[in-house]
């Protein structure tokens, strides 16, 4: 990047990069070692949000705001809440609402530290009013718990589903969202029957995008949108391949990680 | 085909074709009008069938034969089971296995009339034995009962998926399988949701190909394959693209419509 990034307010923030996005538009101050980092994920949830959206978004689990400033800069009309479960991330998350580099942004999105597992009055209470949003993407913490823990208890945080943690987020998600409204995911294959049972009765109309890091390997990711209260039946889109068989990005791919283009073209 | 078809042996059935597939190693004798005509989905079914395969295969809904002869005729040491509820039907398939130019495959084909959606003692009495298959293949009926009904009762009957025909379609396949036996299925890409839930705690190790009529095309069929008893996570594998940008059949379209070569490449 050619903009040198400015350093962050909280002088006090534990060792942090600051790293830019969508070609230097917005920057990300987030943890150097220590907790998820974000990165190709978060930009390719974000794509799911048609440019001209013009409401209310949450990102659920935002960890240090990438997939929801990522909305904030291609959609110039979104209002964008991070909504992060974890004080040590959720400082990161306002270390990067507070860089110089996202004024353009900042007025447009917030923080809330809550729990989105929560439901009924708790939720509430937390901040997560019903009825309250017009699209809620997230990436939820998505390696299962028996994968090997790591040592490190943020990105343990980050990574564990818990049983049920599906259920609760997309239950939250369909609380939240007006009828018509949005919903976003992206996570992993094997995570395609939790997911699509917990949107099932709350979510339709969904469109389902393989992940593919080249044309003739196996999805690494599924990335799914849908539509609060609707009952159209899914449907299942061209794949997403990341990489040609040189390795390097497909045009498709740069478009996204860049911001130039949303990933179902609206 | 430069082979000409012999005539079907049954001189009263009704209105009949005999066409070629395969490029002419199997025929099948189906009704002219009437009934759900076999093609590509018969064939792309049978593809999922390993080439070395060498045990006991049923096709569930088999209708005149097609995918089940499919996989005898690619499937050198393979036994297969035609089971189809409406003797109409199964009267094309015993002229199918009858017909003169299958006659190296009959001896490893035989028909069963019976409902595959029984449960229990009753469809163990149907000849449908526990334990007694090491593959099931499906193609079940399936349009859903809101779409525009057909004049046509047999093409009805094959085209109208009752709620919850997944369900006991699935635990019968899954009654008769042996434990790490095979189980396929071919359907619409609306319909991933019933099928993954009667095959979640049955069979794992889950295989999905979607199909795309054309690369920038929304899938038409989703294909699934898995394993009796596994518990091995689901796998989005790449898609299969039917046509080319010219509107010419893709090369592994080809292939595997000629029973050249096996969906999976086992």
Same mark, same amino acid.
């Given at each position: ?101 996202? +004024? ?7 923080? $809330?530290? #809550?729990?989105? %597992?929560?439901? @009924? =009055? &708790? ?63 992206? +996570? ?7 997911? $699509?049972? #917990?949107?099932? %009765?709350?979510? @339709? =109309? &969904? ?60």
């Amino acid at each position: 990047m050619t903009i040198p990034p400015p350093p962050a307010e909280d002088t006090e923030l534990p060792p942090h990069t600051v790293d830019a996005f969508h070609r230097g538009d917005f920057w990300l101050v987030q943890p150097r070692n220590d907790g998820h980092r974000a990165g190709m994920d978060a930009l390719m949830l974000a794509a799911t949000v048609p440019t001209a959206f013009s409401g209310r978004l949450a990102d659920f689990g935002a960890g240090a705001g990438a997939a929801g400033l990522a909305v904030a800069s291609r959609c110039k009309a979104a209002g964008v809440l991070l909504v992060e479960l974890t004080p040590e991330m959720a400082r990161f998350a306002n270390a990067t609402l507070a860089h110089p580099g996202n +004024a353009h942004l900042t007025r447009r999105a917030s923080v $809330l530290v #809550a729990d989105v %597992g929560l439901s @009924g =009055k &708790a939720r509430a209470e937390a901040g997560l009013a019903d009825a309250s949003l017009d699209f809620v993407i997230m990436n939820p913490p998505f390696n299962p718990p028996h994968h090997r823990p790591t040592p490190d208890a943020l990105k343990r945080q980050a990574h564990v589903m818990e049983d049920g943690l599906f259920e609760s987020w997309i239950r939250s998600a369909a609380a939240m969202v007006k009828p018509r409204g949005g919903f976003a995911i992206i +996570a992993r294959p094997e995570q395609l029957v939790p997911i $699509l049972t #917990a949107m099932d %009765g709350r979510f @339709g =109309k &969904a469109e389902i995008v393989p992940v593919h890091p080249r044309e003739d390997a196996a999805a690494i990711r599924i990335i799914i949108r849908a539509v609060r209260a609707s009952r159209a039946p899914l449907v299942l889109c061209p794949p997403l391949v990341l990489h040609e068989q040189n390795d390097s990005f497909s045009q498709r791919a740069q478009d996204i990680s860049s911001g130039r283009s949303a990933l179902f073209g609206d």
